[in-house]
């Protein structure tokens, strides 16, 4: 479940609401797109398509908001692939939860976690005294970029794997695998 620290905006969101309604859309132009990547555990990522400036609100993370008895339940009941699309968040002195679990074409679930440079971050805005989970950058994002934020504390899986890079280096050995971290 995610544990990713978000705090709550007291502003009067109406041009932001808009936004949310539209997914970021405007003028009906799409800013993001989702692509398959080739690694395999990635999966999906949503990646940007024109600049998008540090500040900007980016994408809802959509979903079913549950209580927080409810959302004991929903972890129970889930597998570990789905309780991923759980987002815990601090609303009103508790711990809510947005379960976008459900494959609803919204691409807010479907951003990847970077704990190390992301360039986006989790925020609460109350609409109509509704919780909304948004995604602002938190950086210029240039187009072509993926969307990124950070999931916050667990020890995901993925976070232990190790990268490669190849580099060159002719007199000593004609390739090195260097450790990134
Ligand atoms: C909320 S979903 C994000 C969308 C997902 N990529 C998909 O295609 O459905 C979280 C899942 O994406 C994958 N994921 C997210 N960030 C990742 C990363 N930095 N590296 C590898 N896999 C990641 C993990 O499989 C994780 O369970």
Redesign the pocket.
């Known amino acids: 479940m995610f544990k990713a620290k978000n705090r709550v905006l007291p502003t009067d969101l109406q041009h932001l609401f808009v936004l949310i309604e539209n997914e970021g859309r405007r003028k009906g132009h799409f800013r993001y797109q989702t692509v398959r990547k080739t690694?395999k555990?990635?999966?999906?990522?949503v990646f940007a398509t024109e600049l998008i400036f540090k500040g900007d609100f980016v994408v809802e993370y959509r979903g079913k908001l549950l209580s927080p008895q409810q959302a004991e339940l929903q972890t129970i009941e889930y597998n570990e692939?789905a309780k991923?699309?759980l987002f815990d968040f601090h609303w009103k002195s508790k711990t809510w939860c947005i379960d976008?679990c459900e494959e609803d074409s919204s691409l807010g679930?479907?951003?990847?976690?970077?704990h190390r440079r992301p360039n986006c971050k989790m925020k609460t805005i109350k609409v109509n005294e509704n919780p909304h989970l948004c995604l602002f950058a938190i950086r210029d994002i240039t187009a072509g970029e993926e969307l990124?934020y950070n999931?916050g504390d667990s020890n995901?899986a993925?976070?232990a794997?190790v990268s490669y890079l190849f580099i060159s280096i002719s007199n000593i050995h004609p390739v090195q695998h260097a450790r990134l971290r």
């Open positions: 690694a555990q990635m999966c999906r990522g692939s991923v699309f976008a679930r479907l951003v990847n976690d970077d990124t999931y995901w993925w976070r794997q």
